[in-house]
């Protein structure tokens, strides 16, 4: 059984008894329809997918519990003969409307909740989860996007990007930049997989501690400045000069700065077609 909400007001929430394979859905309305948006989502266990369609209402579709089915197979067994499990635990989830900036809440620190969710193509995005991948496809805005356990995948998107992960892939595929906007790619664990467009104009800042950097631009390499300390700045010497470890190129004959970082992976700064 499915539940919309339409809420009405600049507040709505929902909460939902969570039952697995029962998803819950809101609709919001925006004060300033077809003007550009924001949409805000802060959690800790779930995923995150965000859609551009052509709409006017931010829909919002969560499931709730876990994505391992022995485990829930595990608890199905424990049951007491002749019994059935029904999932009782509430998981509650909080939609907030101001101005056309959307912020999602949910307690997915009781229970897992994976978000689904389909905004007017024209929002800029903040995004934060702990535990889960983060999707976005078809959106036009500037996008700050952040995990730490699970990879990002940006795809046919427009706009800007700064974005992070500690354990997972960073996959950008652009259709259109924000030509002026400085950008930043980065991970600890994974490749860093960007597609540009081919007019792109960047000056690339980039460092891969354990793998290796490749691209198919005619990229201008440039040297990097090393750091020198003299005198009182030196510690236990006069002179003190340090390579930079940084690898810095140009496409294009370059523009903003955009960083590209790892330590296990490559990166790939590729070419769109």
């Not at 056309?100 to 997915?108: I, K, L, P, Q, R």
């Not at 978000?115 to 496809?137: M, Q």
């Not at 467009?197 to 793998?211: E, F, I, L, R």
């Not at 005198?231 to 940084?246: A, F, K, L, M, Q």
Request: glycine content about 8%; hydrophobic content about 35%; proline content about 4%.
């Amino acid at each position: 059984m499915k539940k919309i909400l339409i809420i009405s007001f600049l507040i709505g929430s929902l909460s939902a008894m969570a039952q697995t394979g029962i998803n819950e859905k809101l609709a919001v309305p925006l004060s300033s329809p077809g003007e550009r948006g924001l949409l805000e989502v802060n959690q800790i266990n779930g995923d995150i997918y965000v859609e551009g369609y052509n709409g006017q209402e931010v829909i919002i579709e969560a499931s709730f519990g876990s994505h391992n089915e022995e485990e829930e197979r595990e608890k199905d067994r424990s049951a007491p003969p002749g019994m059935k499990r029904i999932a009782s635990n509430p998981a509650k989830i909080t939609a907030k409307e101001n101005d056309n900036v959307v912020s999602v809440n949910t307690e997915s620190w009781k229970k897992r909740t994976d978000l689904t969710i389909k905004i007017p193509s024209n929002f800029d995005l903040n995004l934060h989860t702990i535990h889960g991948v983060i999707d976005v496809k078809s959106v036009d805005g500037a996008m700050e996007i952040s995990g730490v356990n699970g990879g990002v995948n940006l795809d046919e998107i427009s706009g800007s990007v700064v974005c992070n992960t500690v354990n997972g892939q960073v996959n950008v595929r652009f259709v259109k930049m924000d030509d002026d906007a400085p950008m930043s790619f980065v991970t600890l664990n994974g490749n860093v997989d960007v597609t540009l467009p081919a007019s792109a104009k960047v000056s690339a800042k980039m460092k891969s501690d354990q793998g290796e950097i490749y691209t198919d631009f005619d990229m201008e390499m440039k040297s990097g400045n090393n750091q020198v300390k003299r005198g009182r700045d030196c510690d236990d010497c006069n002179y003190e000069i340090t390579i930079n470890p940084w690898v810095f190129g140009e496409i294009n004959n370059g523009g903003p700065e955009f960083t590209f970082k790892n330590m296990n992976g490559d990166i790939l700064i590729r070419k769109r077609s």
